[in-house]
């Protein structure tokens, strides 16, 4: 013998379940407002990074192996792939590489010293010559 449902049972279970599919869909939203990035996102966009830069490296002259210490935060298949893929496209149009005119760029999270101002661009501080003798 089934015990029949109250009437507002019905109800109650749509209710619910509306519920929380609004909150399920409203996830994205929260992860967005609280600057927590999607991972399957971040994984599409790191990927797509390390492509341009195994492109940039080849276009630029650098060995793949160098653009891997230089670049060693970003995954290396993409990296190599990119690569790969401008160095077809510079063989078949016949390119030359280009000189980089900047350093590489440095890892997140580190920072470059900036020479202070008694110190040259060098690095080298103003000091004593070996000739002074005080």
């Known amino acids: 013998m089934t ?3 109250k009437p507002g049972s019905m109800l109650r279970k749509d209710l619910i379940a509306a519920t929380l599919l609004l909150s399920l869909a409203g996830c994205d939203m929260i992860q967005q407002q609280m600057g927590i990035e999607d991972p399957i996102a971040k994984a599409a966009r790191t990927d797509a990074e390390a492509k341009a830069v195994g492109g940039a490296c080849r276009q630029s002259g650098r ?3 160098d653009c891997y210490s230089i670049y060693s935060w970003l ?3 993409p990296i ?3 690569w790969r893929d401008m160095d077809a496209y510079m063989r078949d149009n016949k390119m030359e590489t280009i000189e980089p005119q900047l350093p590489p760029a440095s890892a997140p999270g580190t920072r470059r010293k900036t020479p202070g101002p008694d110190e040259s661009a060098t690095g080298a501080k103003p000091g004593k010559k070996a ?3 005080n």
């Open 63 to 65: 060995a793949i192996e």
């Open 75 to 77: 995954p290396k298949a």
């Open 3 to 5: 015990v029949p449902d």
């Open 80 to 82: 190599y792939e990119g």
């Open 131 to 133: 000739s002074d003798k």
